[in-house]
């Protein structure tokens, strides 16, 4: 449903800094990295480079010993930068991290124990050949794959027309068959969507900032051991013309082969914020749902716990058919500054949902507007409390339970914290983020 309000100032900003940042496409040739013929477990430690190609040099060179080739990458702009069949340990890290170095593009194929610290990935939208799905930092069967403090820096579509011109586009990173990847303390900014992640394992998303999406935060599709933890998802700004369908996270099933399985989402914030609604954890099953399989595509064994959800839509927590599935201690608040015009309290205000088909489901003490009903014997769903923002008089009502979530700016936690003498304050009822002093 598209929101006929001009778009929010916010957007404005965000669109307009990304305009005057990224202007300049790099039009250097991407240097290439192959497997050379030196042991790939030992290396020289602290080379300096300023280039794509020196990177490539020196990985190409006999190694002197150490258990890790560490490279000191000096500021400036890199051209995109391939690695194929090269293996570590190796550590590219910022020679200076107040003037971290731009990586125009990178591919990696069949590498492993390859790290990334203080660089910046900087998306530049070419306007005679981007699709605004481009993926120009890849990783494809590969293994150990590591992001530490790194800038996903995005781009602003131009020259395209609506619903395009003036959002973001991209991906942030694409992973496809990779076991063992990490993106931890990073920011993930202006893209179309963030990370797609598909067919792979051991999976760490920890203390991420993710913002200023047109799309999704993360996409995943046939995973396994996946922790998404302690990251803040907020304000993206959407292109509602495009009648996009926009996650916070996304899971699905579609032409995948095996179901996914142990993936833990948890403390993590998702926030509005001043942006348009979107839906938040959105897991839908699309392969079983629609008859095209079984019980051996269930999810298996999800846990979803410990998050705060402020957003404007029904779609807080929905899950797909599941065999093994944890919902607990998670708030979903409503976000009316990010509502649509025609949405009324049902559409509104984030629900916990979960298909009536899935097995072995326990869900207990969570905050939020509705919670499903148990559909089998192995269903437990326990000690949860229902919150509502229309009437004053009624159980659960906002102005009862939080500080200041009706009137107070949305990217202001401390206007969710429960009220210390409130229904929730100190409860183990909802997240526990959101115990604190505002209340005082």
Known sequence: ????????????????????????????????????????????????????????????????????????????????????????PVHLVAADPSKPPHLTGLTIKEGADITFENVVLDYRFDGEQDEIWVAPFRIYDSRNIAFEGVVFDGDIVRGRGAPDSGFAGGKALVAEDVQGLTVENSEIRGFFVGLSIKESSDIRVVGNNFHSMRKDGINFAQVRDVLVEGNTFHSFGRSLASGDHSDMIQLWSTRTTSPSERVTIRNNIFNSGHGYWTQTIFFRNEWVDRGKAGHELFFRDFLIEGNVIINAHLHGISIGESDGLVIRNNTLIRNKGSEAEAFDDVWASPRIGVAERSMNVLIERNVAYDFPKPSGPDWTVRDNYRIQAEHRMEPGFYGRVFYNALAGDPLDLENFQYLSDGPLGGHDIGSQMLQGQGAD
């Open 1 to 88: 449903m598209q929101d006929p309000r001009s778009r929010s100032s916010l957007e404005a900003a965000i669109r307009k800094f990304f305009l005057v940042a990224m202007l300049t496409a790099y039009l250097a040739l991407p240097a290439v990295i192959t497997a050379g013929s030196a042991s790939a477990n030992q290396g020289i430690a602290g080379e300096s480079v300023s280039s794509s190609r020196e990177i490539s040099a020196f990985l190409q060179s006999e190694p002197s010993g150490t258990t890790e080739r560490l490279i000191r990458l000096q500021p400036g702009d890199y051209a995109p930068l391939v690695i194929l069949g090269g293996t570590g």
